[in-house]
């Protein structure tokens, strides 16, 4: 249906109030710049190194997100300019983004991610280790990082009633959390395949790649 043409029906569907990520890992810059030109300004990517060189290159109004598992030693690379880090789960991570957010000058917003699929592949922080983390970022106050929520990846199925429960699980878990922490205001779930059940689920930002882009290679 081509990049233009499937923005705008995303947009048309989800509204003003869902956050449309472009996951545009390992598409071209001139791939970007056409969802750009119809006014997208939020991109996802997942890798340090192709993050970096595509910021370098491309306009420098795009809102950046790392959304996928970043190691600690790389935290410098992409601490000058990200907007939204998505994928945390430990604390060392969250003390190395502080520090090297406060090198720059910067606040820099993450969210949590959170374990809601029982696969064994996917990254984040059981319910409890999360309670945890947070208590601990405020007795530590890390001045240099703001927690806004969480993200969260569902099981790699077209099983509605698996996916409805994994989306409805952090969502539950968001709306307790909120009523405490008035920081928390993004819940980050939903792709190409499952984004609308997200939306119903809960979700008020969605990671969407090969529906804008086509399917990766
Ligand atoms: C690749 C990726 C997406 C986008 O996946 P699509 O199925 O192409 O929409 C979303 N979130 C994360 C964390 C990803 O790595």
Not at 145 to 150: A, K, P, V
Not at 158 to 169: A, R, T, V, Y
Not at 196 to 201: D, G, P, V
Request: a positive charge.
């Amino acid at each position: 249906m081509g990049i233009k043409n499937q923005i705008s029906f995303i947009h048309k569907q989800i509204g003003n109030e869902v956050c449309l990520v472009a996951v545009s890992k390992t598409k071209s810059e001139s791939e970007i710049i056409e969802a750009y030109n119809c006014g997208q300004r939020v991109f996802g990517e997942n890798k340090v190194q192709e993050l970096v060189s595509k910021q370098n290159n491309l306009p420098k109004d795009i809102n950046w997100h790392m959304i996928g598992h970043l190691q600690r030693n790389k935290v410098k690379y992409i601490a000058p300019f990200i907007d939204l880090i998505h994928a945390v789960d430990n604390i060392k991570l969250l003390k190395e983004i502080n520090k090297q957010a406060k090198k720059n000058n910067r606040t820099i917003d993450c969210l949590i991610q959170i374990k809601i699929s029982n696969e064994e592949s996917k990254f984040g922080m059981e319910y409890k280790e999360v309670l945890e983390l947070i208590s601990s970022v405020n007795k530590s106050g890390f001045e240099n990082i703001n927690l806004t929520g969480f993200m969260g990846m569902a099981s790699n199925t077209n099983n509605q009633d698996i996916l409805k429960k994994e989306f409805s699980l952090l969502n539950s878990f968001f709306k307790e959390l909120k009523q405490t922490n008035k920081n928390l205001t993004k819940i980050s779930m939903g792709m190409s395949n499952d984004y609308q059940l997200a939306i119903e689920c809960g979700s008020n930002m969605i990671r969407v790649g090969s529906n804008i882009f086509g399917s990766r290679n």
